[in-house]
């Protein structure tokens, strides 16, 4: 593959609960690199309990982008998230500094490493409406069975409860007649514009489900309710894109009376298990992932820095 021209990239991602926020940090405090989030819910403001937010007094003075950049309210997708993580590369670049993408959305990642196109006509709205009233009318399950009719693999990839994206996967196969999941495979053939490294974090299965039902505890005793509470009065509701968040969905349902708190709390845990499985499961498909497993190389942080630097060293990414 031709490197020359090509600017750097260091991806750091994994499943939730991971590690990857302090991991990314060291690694950026050590080859002069700047942090670009790759989180569909980090990028909203007021929703840090929930969203796992790294506050600024973790930051250790390494800066962050595309985190507290839109309001609850605002929509985000992928082709504002491409364009946002452009924006910052450029300034990253400009610096004279390396960018580090770090966060656990796979389809974020994977449309800025290899640019994807993700093109759409918009003028025709009239399916994806009448998607929408599907959804209200009959619910998120039966449009995902509408998808699976058409496109299974898309749903190896797609949760039922993400509505838009099975939506803009219907849309595609019936305004195209090409499946959604074909034409992304398509695209991941695309040669990267970047000269990279793709570092996935992992651990120990069980040890990523006990940090996960911990790290929801401690969203409990942090005031994950009064949060939603909040969001709630500002307006926000389950029909928004950041509503539809691990979190944020269930509590909302707690508020609304639809289920007891202790429900609500066993749902997150129960559903961020499971996201954290369909994670892997999307990173093990892509190609030129180096795997950073905690329970290979020494669980000491120092370990895996050092053995991340040589890496970016041998492949010329960094000096």
């Known amino acids: 593959m031709e490197l020359t021209g090509k600017r750097p990239l260091v991806i750091l991602t994994g499943p939730t609960a991971v590690g990857k926020s302090a991991l990314s940090i060291a690694l950026a405090k050590a080859i002069g690199g700047e942090i670009v989030s790759a989180d569909s819910m980090q990028v909203y403001r007021h929703m840090d309990i929930g969203s796992a937010k790294i506050r600024p007094e973790e930051m250790a003075g390494?800066?962050?982008?595309?985190?507290?950049?839109?309001?609850?309210?605002?929509?985000?997708?992928?082709v504002i998230f491409q364009e946002l993580a452009k924006q910052a590369l450029a300034e990253i670049y400009g610096r004279g500094r390396i960018p580090i993408l770090v966060g656990g959305t796979g389809f974020y990642i994977q449309a800025l490493l290899y640019d994807i196109d993700f093109t759409e006509n918009d003028e025709d709205t009239a399916l994806r409406h009448s998607l929408e009233e599907l959804a209200r009318r009959d619910g998120a399950e039966a449009l995902y069975e509408r998808l699976r009719a058409v496109d299974p693999a898309s749903c190896e990839s797609i949760h039922a409860h993400n509505v838009k994206r099975v939506i803009r996967a219907i849309e595609f196969y019936e305004k195209t007649g090409k499946r959604i999941s074909d034409h992304n495979k398509e695209q991941r053939e695309n040669v990267s514009p970047y000269r990279f490294a793709y570092f996935v974090l992992n651990d120990d299965r069980e040890r990523i489900y006990r940090n996960i039902d911990s790290r929801v505890d401690q969203m409990m005793e942090q005031g994950l309710v009064g949060e939603v509470q909040a969001l709630r009065e500002m307006g926000c509701h389950k029909g928004m894109v950041s509503m539809q968040g691990l979190g944020y969905k269930e509590i909302l349902s707690y508020l609304e009376g639809e289920i007891t708190l202790e429900e609500a709390v066993y749902l997150i845990k129960r559903d961020t298990r499971h996201f954290a499985k369909r994670q892997l499961t999307w990173f093990r498909r892509e190609k030129e992932v180096i795997w950073v497993q905690k329970n290979d190389i020494d669980q000491n942080s120092q370990e895996r820095l050092k053995f991340m630097q040589d890496f970016l060293r041998e492949k010329e990414i960094i000096l």
């Open 62 to 78: 390494v800066p962050h982008h595309l985190i507290d950049v839109l309001e609850p309210t605002g929509a985000f997708n992928v």
